[in-house]
């Protein structure tokens, strides 16, 4: 039912702060979010819902690093953390006053971990 409330604008706003889209991109993610078919829409919350982790994830060789912030959803900190335990080696980071969008709430601090972790592992 609330599918359609991606068009309006502002309920995309909402969504806007909440994913912390950054005030000089607002204009470019109202725009997408108008964009959105109902159908599209619908067929990505489903595939969210359903996912399960693969089998295979616990055999995974390499090193895997797992954000989640710490303002998350409970529903999203039990997932990362269930990614985590599912990969033993894994390392789980809970960022703190982070919500959804760590990329962008904190984007020199995750393009410094990530470049640093990237270098560690070649």
Known sequence: MAAPLARVRW????Q?????????LIGQYLRTSAGISKGSLLASVEDNLRF???EAWAKFPGRALILVGQ?????????ASGIHRALPGSE???VGGCGHGIPLERAAWFN???????????
Do not use: Y
């Open 92 to 94: 789980l980071i809970t």
């Open 52 to 54: 399960v982790l693969p």
């Open 71 to 79: 303002r998350e959803r409970r529903l999203m900190r039990e997932s």
């Open 11 to 14: 309920f995309a706003k909402l």
């Open 112 to 122: 410094a971990l990530v470049g640093d972790w990237l270098r560690q592992t070649s």
């Open 16 to 24: 806007a702060r909440e994913l912390r889209v950054p005030a000089r």
